[in-house]
């Protein structure tokens, strides 16, 4: 597994990847999620270089297939591993976030998606009232920059 540096977008980006394959399917309504969230601008990576994180963590992951060719999308000694690379509490909470964001977009949370939201979630010490908590105060942030740039508009 390539090591990024700690906090670095390309670090929360990975967890972002890891849920839109960990149900064993990439559905494209997790990418149309990510846009409207605007989570690119606020992981602080391009959609070009949110994918090539995605590529890069799938090319991992090959690589640590099992002779058979068994591939685990779920490995909690390389989660585990991952979660030392976002220390920030506050990264930690948008990743959740949007890692909810993506778990959800199909429609259907999977088992798989669970299990990795709620050992993250677990290991990083934040509760849904967490992560709401902290969307609440990011909207009033958006609104309070938007009723600005209007204002100067005026």
Same mark, same amino acid.
């Given at each position: 597994?390539?090591?990024?540096?700690?906090?670095?977008?390309? @670090?929360?980006? $990975?967890?972002? @990847?890891?849920?839109?394959?960990?149900?064993?399917?990439?559905?494209? $309504?997790?990418?149309?999620?990510?846009?409207?969230?605007?989570?690119?601008?606020?992981?602080?990576?391009?959609? +070009?270089?949110?994918?090539?994180?995605?590529? /890069?963590?799938? #090319? #991992?992951?090959?690589?640590?297939?099992?002779?058979?060719?068994?591939?685990?999308?779920?490995?909690?000694?390389?989660?585990?591993?991952?979660?030392?690379?976002?220390?920030?509490?506050?990264?930690?909470?948008?990743?959740?976030?949007?890692?909810?964001?993506? @778990? +959800?977009?199909?429609?259907?949370?999977?088992?798989?998606?669970?299990?990795?939201?709620?050992?993250?979630?677990?290991?990083?010490?934040?509760?849904?009232? /967490?992560?709401?908590?902290?969307?609440? +105060?990011?909207?009033? $942030?958006?609104?309070?920059?938007?009723?600005? @740039?209007?204002?100067?508009?005026?």
């Amino acid at each position: 597994m390539r090591p990024y540096r700690v906090n670095s977008p390309q @670090a929360m980006a $990975r967890f972002i @990847a890891m849920f839109m394959i960990t149900d064993g399917e990439m559905d494209e $309504r997790e990418l149309d999620a990510l846009e409207k969230v605007m989570a690119y601008d606020l992981l602080g990576l391009s959609r +070009k270089q949110f994918t090539q994180v995605l590529v /890069d963590y799938c #090319d #991992d992951i090959s690589d640590e297939a099992e002779q058979d060719g068994t591939i685990h999308l779920i490995d909690r000694q390389r989660i585990d591993a991952l979660l030392e690379e976002v220390t920030d509490h506050s990264k930690q909470l948008l990743t959740c976030a949007l890692a909810m964001d993506v @778990a +959800k977009a199909d429609g259907d949370i999977s088992p798989p998606e669970m299990a990795l939201l709620r050992h993250l979630m677990q290991c990083w010490d934040i509760t849904l009232t /967490d992560i709401e908590a902290a969307i609440v +105060k990011a909207s009033r $942030r958006q609104t309070g920059a938007a009723a600005q @740039a209007q204002n100067a508009l005026d």
